[in-house]
């Protein structure tokens, strides 16, 4: 079975950057929407940016409009999510993952899940 592998995650202080990837275990074309997650410890997992196959569409939410932006690799298959002026609220593990039904930030919408990496900004 296919699995996403994320990787890029580390330590910064706010205002840093980091530049999360994320990439499937062997070629395949089984999805057409790929999103960024992340879940903060007691809190939900919520939807950060989502891109459809090709990249023709991309969704972000409010929390990250203008500093985060997703992107993809078409040629080596690999999602990218760069994170720029990062705050301390970003804090949370990343998990990126692939849904064939619709371009949106529900995670249920989504069932091919890596296993995340995480993200901890500092003040």
């Known amino acids: 079975q296919v699995q996403l592998v994320e990787s890029g995650g580390g330590s910064v202080q706010t205002g840093g950057t980091l530049r999360l990837s994320c990439a499937p275990s062997?070629?395949?074309?089984?999805?057409?929407?790929m999103g960024w997650f992340r879940q903060a410890p007691g809190k939900e997992r919520e939807g950060v940016a989502g891109?459809?196959?090709?990249?023709?569409?991309?969704i972000y939410a409010d929390s990250v409009k203008g500093r985060f932006t997703i992107s993809q690799d078409n040629a080596k298959n690999i999602l990218y999510l760069q994170m720029n002026t990062l705050k301390p609220e970003d804090t949370a593990k990343y998990y990126c993952?692939?849904?064939?039904?619709?371009?949106?930030?529900?995670?249920?919408?989504?069932?091919?899940w890596g296993q995340g990496t995480q993200v901890t900004v500092s003040s």
């Open positions: 993952a692939a849904g064939r039904i619709a371009l949106t930030l529900s995670p249920a919408w989504y069932h091919l």
């Open positions: 891109i459809s196959t090709g990249g023709s569409w991309t």
């Open positions: 062997e070629n395949t074309n089984s999805w057409s929407y």
